[in-house]
């Protein structure tokens, strides 16, 4: 589950991450507030710019990542602008104190991903990757190959908050040749706005991230993200209960 760090009082927002665990989600995607989120829709866009409002982004993002961390398997989602101004190799050991498994840099540039994947190595912290659909076979490799952790397909080409249909087969067709490059485990996220689109989505995968769904509710009626949350997980369960009667 993607929870932007910030958007809430500490306490509130403690409270949160501990009822979306209760309510099913696996795993934790908190992501670190930036001005310019390029890849995001208008609604974890306005998530950020609520969490920039409140100041200390940083120590609040290492505060939900520690209470995360003691709940469920977690990892930040970040742009490169804060990881620069913070420096690659602060910032990585910063994440890793406080119990994140990983760290994905969603635009990350070619050229400074050597030293980021240098720093991340440093502080025992896996590098996730975003692959973009559009990549050619020799650059899908070259991200593969730096990549720790998983490799992360986007189910929509669009940015997050999509809510349209999604073209499953294209997806399937792009999950094969993620498979094909890397044994890392391939996760996807962006455009699954439904449970039934995650349940058509999971068969493709080894993980589904849930965002702008709950986030819009942890915008606007922060008590129906849990609901929303185990609205998703049985969606998830039910495919991985029929996988196993197959």
Do not use: C
Request: charged share 15%.
């Amino acid at each position: 589950m993607f929870v932007p760090a910030g958007l809430h009082p500490a306490r509130a927002e403690r409270r949160q991450l501990d009822q979306i665990a209760q309510a099913g989600a696996d795993l934790f995607e908190i992501g670190l507030a930036h001005h310019d989120a390029g890849l995001d829709g208008p609604i974890i866009q306005a998530a950020y710019r609520r969490a920039l409002s409140g100041g200390n982004v940083l120590t609040r993002a290492l505060r939900a990542v520690e209470h995360a961390a003691g709940l469920r398997p977690t990892v930040v989602m970040t742009y490169w602008d804060p990881v620069s101004r913070h420096g690659p190799e602060l910032l990585a050991r910063l994440l890793t104190d406080a119990g994140a498994a990983g760290a994905m840099v969603v635009d990350l540039p070619d050229e400074q991903a050597e030293r980021w994947q240098a720093a991340a190595m440093d502080a025992n912290l896996s590098t996730p990757r975003l692959v973009p659909r559009h990549l050619t076979d020799t650059g899908l490799a070259t991200v593969a190959a730096g990549a720790s952790g998983w490799l992360y397909a986007p189910a929509s080409t669009a940015p997050t908050g999509y809510r349209g249909p999604l073209n499953v087969p294209a997806l399937a067709d792009f999950t094969t040749r993620l498979r094909a490059a890397s044994p890392l485990p391939v996760v996807s996220g962006v455009g699954i706005s439904t449970p039934a689109l995650a349940e058509r989505v999971a068969p493709l995968v080894d993980a589904v991230v849930i965002g702008s769904p709950v986030v819009r509710a942890l915008m606007t009626a922060p008590e129906q993200a849990p609901a929303l949350t185990t609205k998703f997980a049985q969606a998830l369960n039910q495919y991985a209960t029929t996988e196993t009667r197959a």
